[in-house]
């Protein structure tokens, strides 16, 4: 089972490093196949504190939606085309299957070959016997099927329409026969009769399956010698031995291609629902190259996601990285307010009033008596600062100021070095186009019916943002529209005088409820503000109460 931890989509500082920091306490408590993840991509300021402290990036993960792959079963038996179906059936039988996946020689899928198609061709009805004693197979494919071995001749791989006979008469019956149908590939099936046997060589026949493990003369050996005609062992008796002759066809003939198939990516939910209407037995999972990866039984589509998952520095299902909801959230470590979250079955769920979820990691290692590498440290120094703006943000508490001094001390570098080290490094309005510049700290909220987004970014001053404030409108107007939210809000902070300036793209009664001062239309200044989940949210779900009964 794997566990994930991974913070929101659009991660800020404090959602990386305390994913980071919180799967390495998972493994050090002895959690086995933890891995940190992120739902989006860095930026300048995250990638500088993950090299300071030489902590690699988590992993990208966008999609969590379980799929095919989660489930499928990658050890599959499978067989090849040009294989016979008495080498089916052995597989068929050791491992009970109904069937097999039918591949060619480069491993791609072709077909089905179903225990019930083999037992139609074994056992025909009665209205087909009389054509059963036709298989399309080779000598060599006979003498495989019986595990014989040659008396005489050369028992080649020529495919060819073979007719069985068995010499179960008398020697005058069996030679009227034989005349009867001259000129077609004959293989005689007998015992230890030495008349029979020298009739089927002289009316030039193309095998003769000697059965009972029975031996010949070397006059039958000389005559098959001189007329080229193959002779056979057999172990089995006569009846035995034509039964395995009849397996001895190629797999190639049998292969239904009436199938349904999925590729991994294909998503869980969806091949569930085509699986229940199918008739099929098994559902082979293919790549791009139709090559057979995996295959699907009905049964499997039962098996428990291999994958469960710890959110961190949110609770909401809409923030979360998609497909969140179709894993086993096992536990949340969080800072902001309760969202919609519901699961199974009781989990761990640490919500603290506390200005980062770095904190409450750093209070997890203590609670657990686990000691703080110094790497480990630095990143949850880092999202402490970053998302109390080194402790100057309201969010801050004491908790935070003594965390801070603490991780201080482990990591070797003191808050104000680090504090400027990290605000100086990638304006994210400098560095960013518009688009990814309203997406870089982006949250998206459900309220009461209504979908709104929330963005921040935190600059030295706003000097970037006065340059391209008509392209960042743009910008947000585009998200909303496509996301269909109520309203899309971007928060630019000057960490230096802790003022901030909101631009939103929102209907007019919207924009009438918000009574900060406007600098422009769209734009208003909001002095003292620098939390979004303290100061902001608050503030706009308030707004978003007085105008709800005008939309209604």
Same mark, same amino acid.
């Given at each position: ?5 991974? $913070? ?98 480069? $491993? ?11 037992? =139609? ?15 399309? !197979? ?6 495989? !099927? ?28 069996? +030679? ?27 009316? =030039? ?16 050996? %000389? ?31 049998? @292969?239904?291609?009436?199938? %349904? ?15 229940? /209407? ?11 190259? /139709? ?22 520095? =949110?609770?909401?299902? +809409? &923030? ?17 307010? #309760? ?19 770095? %904190? ?41 100021? &003594? ?18 080290? @990290? ?7 400098? %560095? ?71 631009? @939103? ?25 620098? +939390? ?8 706009? #779900? ?11």
């Amino acid at each position: 089972m794997q566990t994930i931890v991974i $913070g929101h989509r659009n991660p800020d500082m404090d959602s990386i490093c305390s994913a980071v920091a919180y799967a390495e306490l998972k493994r050090k408590l002895g959690m086995s196949d933890v891995i940190a993840a992120r739902a989006g991509n860095t930026n300048e300021r995250i990638d500088f504190v993950l090299n300071k402290f030489g902590v690699p990036a988590p992993n990208f993960v966008s999609d969590l939606t379980p799929t095919v792959a989660d489930v499928m079963e990658t050890s599959v038996v499978s067989v090849e085309s040009e294989a016979t179906i008495s080498q089916a059936l052995t597989s068929i039988g050791q491992k009970r299957l109904r069937g097999l996946p039918v591949i060619d020689s480069d $491993g791609r899928f072709l077909g089905l070959l179903s225990g019930w198609k083999i037992s =139609h061709y074994l056992f025909p009805p009665r209205e087909e016997t009389a054509n059963s004693r036709v298989i399309r !197979a080779s000598i060599a494919n006979i003498v495989h !099927a019986l595990d014989g071995h040659g008396l005489a001749g050369s028992a080649d791989g020529t495919l060819r329409n073979l007719v069985i006979m068995v010499a179960a008469m008398s020697p005058e019956s069996f +030679s009227m026969r034989l005349k009867g149908r001259e000129g077609e590939p004959i293989v005689v099936f007998v015992g230890d009769r030495e008349d029979v046997q020298l009739i089927a060589i002289q009316n =030039h026949v193309l095998a003769i399956v000697v059965t009972g493990g029975m031996g010949v003369s070397a006059r039958v050996r %000389t005559a098959a010698k001189e007329t080229g005609i193959c002779l056979i062992s057999s172990r089995f008796d006569t009846a035995t031995s034509v039964m395995s002759a009849r397996g001895a066809v190629r797999v190639e003939q049998m @292969i239904d291609q009436n199938f %349904t198939s999925f590729h991994p990516e294909t998503r869980l939910r969806a091949a569930r629902q085509t699986a229940a /209407n199918a008739p099929d037995f098994v559902f082979p999972v293919v790549d791009k190259d /139709n090559r057979l990866i995996g295959i699907l039984s009905k049964s499997d589509f039962l098996r428990p996601i291999p994958r469960q998952i710890i959110l961190v520095d =949110h609770n909401e299902l +809409s &923030q979360a990285v998609r497909g969140a909801n179709e894993n086993a959230i096992i536990e949340v470590l969080d800072h902001h307010r #309760l969202g919609s979250l519901s699961t199974d079955a009781p989990i761990l769920f640490w919500n603290n009033p506390v200005g980062s979820t770095s %904190t409450i990691v750093a209070l997890c290692y203590k609670q657990y008596g686990v000691a703080i590498d110094r790497p480990i440290a630095g990143l949850l120094m880092a999202g402490l600062i970053s998302d109390t703006l080194n402790l100057t943000s309201p969010t801050a508490t004491e908790v935070d100021a &003594q965390v801070l001094k603490e991780l201080s001390q482990i990591a070797g570098v003191t808050p104000a070095k680090l504090s400027e080290e @990290i605000f100086a490094v990638g304006s994210p309005l400098r %560095t960013l186009g518009p688009e990814e510049a309203i997406l870089a700290d982006c949250k998206d909220y459900d309220e009461g019916g209504f979908r709104f987004s929330v963005a921040q970014v935190e600059e030295l001053s706003f000097a970037y943002f006065e340059d391209k404030q008509e392209a960042l409108f743009a910008a947000l107007q585009k998200y909303r529209e496509e996301q269909r939210t109520y309203f899309s809000a971007f928060l630019v902070t000057d960490v230096n005088t802790q003022n901030s300036r909101m631009l @939103i793209s929102a209907p007019p009664e919207f924009l009438d409820a918000i009574h900060y001062p406007a600098l422009a239309p769209n734009l208003y200044e909001l002095n003292n503000v620098v +939390s979004r989940k303290k100061q902001l949210v608050p503030y706009l #779900l308030d707004c978003l109460q007085r105008v709800t009964p005008s939309i209604s």
